[in-house]
């Protein structure tokens, strides 16, 4: 798993990939963090980051879907796959090498956003009046969300040898688990059991650690979420045994 995990990075950090993905995650999250007058941290007069959490996980449905569309689909297109799973590993170990690889370069597109943190925290009319749990929250929040998607992306990229069409697929299915569910709720059709429904997507779970309180429930559904799509992978790469 460590050299499928080594050679992803390794892939990533050697083309512009890693690199446009982290500049343009970063130029989108800072013009609406700091610039559009809507959004704007010094518009809006108070000392929080919503507007960094809010707006992230759009960008990152978007870009985690362009970072993992290649993974196995380029394999499959080149014919590589095959050599790949002659080597003395398993499958869940290719997944789980690209997965954490696809998760690093996530988490190296948080970081630089620190910086946003450290300039509220000084420049706030009482020096560090910030809300220091919810933003932990929220980052853990971002970070498992950002995971989801990979999670999601390396699916999409399993069942299709055409990299767009497997970008297309990891954007809907994103789309449909972070907001589809809560739009579907908002219809209150169903009564008490919209709250459910609404429970199933991720954006429930994202905004509840958010708020600075870490619920095992929360952290449960999103490695369960993972876990899920992750063993969905799986078995689509075995299938070709069948």
């Known amino acids: 798993m460590l050299t499928i995990f080594r050679k992803e990075l390794s892939s990533f950090l050697s083309s512009l990939i890693a690199y446009i993905?982290?500049?343009?995650?970063?130029?989108?999250?800072?013009?609406?963090?700091?610039?559009?007058?809507?959004t704007s941290i010094i518009d809006?007069?108070?000392a929080t980051l919503d507007s960094l959490f809010n707006i992230a996980p759009w960008v990152f449905m978007f870009l985690i879907p362009a970072i993992t569309m290649r993974s196995?689909?380029?394999?499959?297109?080149?014919?590589?796959?095959?050599?790949l799973v002659t080597r003395p590993i398993t499958d869940l170990q290719i997944i789980?090498?690209?997965?954490?690889?696809?998760?690093?370069?996530?988490l190296f597109s948080i970081l630089p956003t620190i910086i946003y943190y450290y300039s509220i925290y000084q420049l706030g009319s009482v020096k560090g009046n910030i809300d220091g749990g919810a933003v932990l929250g929220s980052?853990?929040?971002?970070?498992?969300?950002?995971?989801?998607f990979v999670a999601v992306g390396l699916f999409a990229s399993a069942i299709s040898d055409n990299q767009i069409v497997a970008f297309i697929i990891a954007v809907f299915i994103s789309f449909i688990c972070?907001?589809?569910?809560?739009?579907?709720?908002?219809?209150?059709?169903?009564?008490?059991?919209?709250?459910?429904?609404?429970?199933?997507?991720?954006?429930?779970?994202?905004?509840?650690?958010?708020?600075?309180?870490?619920?095992?429930?929360?952290?449960?559904?999103?490695?369960?979420?993972?876990?899920?799509?992750v063993l969905m992978t799986k078995t689509v790469l075995e299938s070709r045994k069948w």
């Open 178 to 229: 972070f907001a589809g569910f809560d739009s579907f709720s908002a219809l209150a059709l169903f009564g008490k059991v919209d709250t459910l429904i609404a429970g199933l997507g991720i954006n429930d779970h994202y905004k509840s650690i958010s708020r600075g309180v870490m619920d095992s429930r929360d952290v449960l559904y999103f490695l369960s979420f993972i876990s899920l799509f």
């Open 139 to 148: 980052y853990i929040g971002l970070l498992l969300l950002g995971g989801c």
């Open 21 to 38: 993905t982290i500049a343009v995650f970063l130029l989108v999250v800072g013009l609406f963090v700091w610039i559009f007058p809507d």
């Open 72 to 83: 196995f689909s380029e394999e499959k297109r080149s014919g590589t796959i095959e050599l």
């Open 44 to 46: 809006y007069g108070f």
């Open 96 to 106: 789980l090498g690209k997965y954490f690889a696809g998760l690093v370069l996530v």
